[in-house]
């Protein structure tokens, strides 16, 4: 009888330690140790270089672009919402492993909504192939709702966008984001 409460401390003890040494090696790289890891994975991943046997799926470890890139807020904004939802296959070797469908907006200063609104067809096909080789390169694979490949896909979306417009669209808005599994 005592000792079945002695193993039962025991174990509980241990079962203590074991979560304790867990949460010390989990717990997030503080300070610049971190901002020099996550440089050093932005680099490999501007230049293309990987590891050998390393997964071809995109990194979550996206570093934040600075705030100079992102074009400034319109002081006017006027939004388009594209008529029609994007569908985006999403495959696994030769077979549909889903559909991702995405109801997207743009956003840019009202003065030049006209000029976006003439462009809706160029936008949308330039915005379809973006989400393309986001789903190729495994974006839309796993949890793809994650800050860091929303992130990245937002980035992407924009970047298009803005090529696409001119310079017009200063944000692409996602609506909705829904995976669709095959039947």
Do not use: W
């Not at 046997?53 to 979550?60: H, N, Q, R, Y």
């Not at 997207?104 to 160029?122: C, Q, T």
């Not at 915005?127 to 949890?143: C, E, K, P, S």
Request: hydrophobic share 45%.
């Amino acid at each position: 009888m005592m000792l079945r409460k002695l193993c039962a401390a025991l174990l509980i003890l241990a079962c203590m330690a074991g979560g304790y040494a867990a949460g010390q090696r989990l717990r997030p790289v503080g300070g610049s140790e971190a901002a020099e890891t996550g440089a050093a994975e932005t680099g490999a991943a501007e230049t293309g270089a990987a590891e050998p046997g390393a997964s071809l799926a995109p990194s979550d470890a996206v570093a934040t672009a600075p705030d100079e890139e992102l074009p400034a807020r319109p002081v006017n904004p006027s939004y388009f919402e594209f008529p029609d939802q994007f569908f985006v296959p999403v495959m696994r070797g030769d077979r549909l492993d889903g559909i991702m469908v995405l109801t997207l907006s743009v956003e840019m200063e009202s003065s030049d909504s006209e000029a976006v609104y003439a462009r809706e067809f160029r936008l949308r096909d330039a915005m379809l192939r973006a989400l393309l080789i986001h789903a190729n390169t495994g974006g839309f694979d796993g949890n793809f709702t994650t800050e860091p490949r929303m992130r990245r896909l937002h980035r992407s979306l924009l970047g298009t966008a803005r090529e696409a417009s001119e310079g017009r669209v200063t944000d692409v808005l996602i609506g909705d984001l829904v995976r669709q599994e095959p039947a």
